[in-house]
């Protein structure tokens, strides 16, 4: 059974700093990793997809990377600020076939301060 | 272009009672997932819909149902409320098996009293 973590639960850093976020998951057999962000009490925004055959994925101050080998992803935010307050999820698919609901860690709520 | 919307907003209900939620995808997507996330638990998969057809569900009571129509547009149904059902429901789109990349819209406050 696909088990996905995040690490750490809770993070706080001054605006400016550059941080990263740390996701793993137990079955390497995924189609694709999202990482998503969500504000309080709203639905997710997509940040990043990054398929299984990519190793990583940009947009904007967002690098995802992704190991599949060793059942790892990370984001990392450049020069962050407080508009960058809010959770960010990680989620692994196995695509295709029955298989292409998410499944959800229970994220990183990050707390950006000015 | 108009993202996945959602309706109603919030939804106040007793035990006991049945709850609709409504999901829009985004033109073009044919496949629409529904999730729960309730306090503490994290983000749970409940159903998934494509092309009308149910394609896969989560670890949820029959109580917990569903529809696709033809503009796939879906509707998940809540039967004999608890109040553990409590949560916030969100409903996500994707163009299909291929990319499966999800966009999800803003959720419907599910309160059961």
């Known amino acids: 059974k696909q088990e996905v ?22 079955d390497s057999a995924i189609y694709n990793l999202q990482w998503f962000r969500q504000d ?24 995802a990377s992704l190991d599949k080998s060793s059942g790892r992803s990370t984001l990392y935010i450049a ?26 860690g229970k994220g990183t709520k990050l707390s950006v301060k000015p | 272009e108009a993202g ?35 306090l503490g638990l994290g983000l749970q998969f409940l159903l998934w819909y494509d092309e009308g057809e149910e394609r896969n569900r989560g670890n949820f009571p029959p109580r917990f149902s569903g529809r696709q129509f033809p503009n796939y547009s879906s509707e998940l149904n809540v ?3 608890e109040l553990e059902d409590s949560a916030l429901y969100l409903c996500a789109s994707s163009l299909g098996l291929i990319l499966n990349e999800q966009f999800f819209g803003p959720g419907t406050r599910l309160t059961v009293l």
């Not at chain 1, 973590?5 to 137990?26: D, K």
């Not at chain 2, 309706?7 to 044919?30: E, N, V, W």
Request: charge should be positive; proline fraction near 5%; hydrophobic fraction near 30%.
């Open chain 1, 79 to 104: 020069a962050s600020q407080p508009g960058d307050s809010a959770t960010y999820l990680c989620a692994v698919s196995r695509g295709g076939g029955s298989q292409g609901n998410l499944i959800f």
């Open chain 2, 4 to 38: 996945v919307t959602q309706s109603p907003t919030h939804l106040i209900k007793t035990r006991g009672q049945q709850a609709t939620l409504r999901c829009s995808p985004i033109s073009g997507h044919t496949s629409v997932y529904w999730y729960q996330q309730a």
């Open chain 2, 79 to 81: 039967n004999a409320l």
């Open chain 1, 5 to 26: 973590t995040q690490i750490p639960a809770a993070l706080s850093v001054p605006e400016g700093e550059n941080l990263v976020l740390n996701c793993s998951f137990t």
């Open chain 1, 40 to 63: 309080p009490g709203k639905g997710l925004t997509s940040l990043l997809l990054i398929q299984s055959s990519q190793r990583e994925q940009t947009s904007g101050r967002l690098n």
